[in-house]
């Protein structure tokens, strides 16, 4: 069975500082993972993705992921934080084999960025 | 569509009841899935259709919980004899295709709650 592990409920950090919201994975096979983005009353947005390739991955609003094959993480990153960054972040795996199209989604990590 | 439609967007409802969520998802997609968001839980797969193929519904809680997908487009998720515990926001998703490496597109949800 596939699974996600975000290991912190919240992150706080200031304004214009670096980033970085935490991920590691557990699948059977080469893994398809995603972040997702959910403001306030608002659904999923998909931030980015890594399928195969370079295992830095960029993707909107600055946020950049790094694809960790023997840690098996995939943590999520911005070099300078914005107030509006402020939001539930959720990251997903999925993989190829035995129905593993499914999206299986961590907890979230609420980040909260202040001035 | 433009996007995934849900409806309705806020359900209150008593224990006992049956009630009924609605989902319209993006013209032309044919991957459907439902998500279920509780506090503290992260999000639940539930269901979901590819095409005219048999539905996964290894992610259905209870027997209480039933989906169907008429004419491979509009979605409805049926939870009967509703009980406290059933109180989430419901999720919907598209995506073009059957496929781990595709980004689903969610809908803002249906806020169910259960007294």
């Known amino acids: 069975a596939q699974s996600v592990a975000q290991p912190e409920d919240q992150v706080n950090v200031a304004e214009g500082n670096p980033l970085t919201v935490k991920c590691t994975y557990s699948?059977?096979?080469?893994?398809?993972l995603f972040w997702y983005v959910q403001y306030p009353n608002r659904g999923l947005q998909f931030l980015l993705k890594?399928?195969?390739?370079?295992?830095l991955v960029k993707g909107s609003y600055g946020f950049e992921a790094e694809f960790n094959k023997s840690q098996t993480s995939f943590h999520l990153k911005k070099p300078s934080a914005l107030v509006s960054d402020s939001a539930l972040y959720f990251c997903?795996?999925?993989?190829?084999?035995?129905?593993?199209?499914?999206?299986?989604f961590g907890t979230g990590t609420q980040l909260k960025v202040e001035l | 569509g433009a996007g995934v439609s849900q409806s309705p967007s806020n359900k209150v409802t008593e224990k006992g009841k049956d009630v009924e969520l609605r989902c319209d998802p993006i013209s032309g997609h044919t991957a459907l899935y439902w998500y279920r968001q509780s506090l503290g839980q992260g999000l639940e797969f539930l269901i979901y259709?590819?095409?005219?193929?048999?539905?996964?519904k290894s992610g259905l809680p209870s027997d209480r919980f039933s989906a169907e997908r008429t004419g491979g487009s509009v979605s409805t998720l049926t939870i009967q004899r509703t009980q406290q515990e059933d109180s989430a926001v419901y999720l919907c998703?598209?995506?073009?295709?059957?496929?781990?490496?595709?980004?689903?597109?969610f809908g803002a949800g249906s806020r169910l709650t259960v007294l």
């Open positions: 997903a795996v999925s993989t190829l084999t035995g129905g593993g199209n499914k999206l299986t």
């Open positions: 699948v059977s096979g080469n893994p398809y």
């Open positions: 998703a598209s995506s073009p295709q059957f496929s781990g490496a595709n980004v689903l597109t």
């Open positions: 259709f590819q095409g005219n193929s048999a539905p996964d």
């Open positions: 890594y399928i195969t390739g370079d295992n």
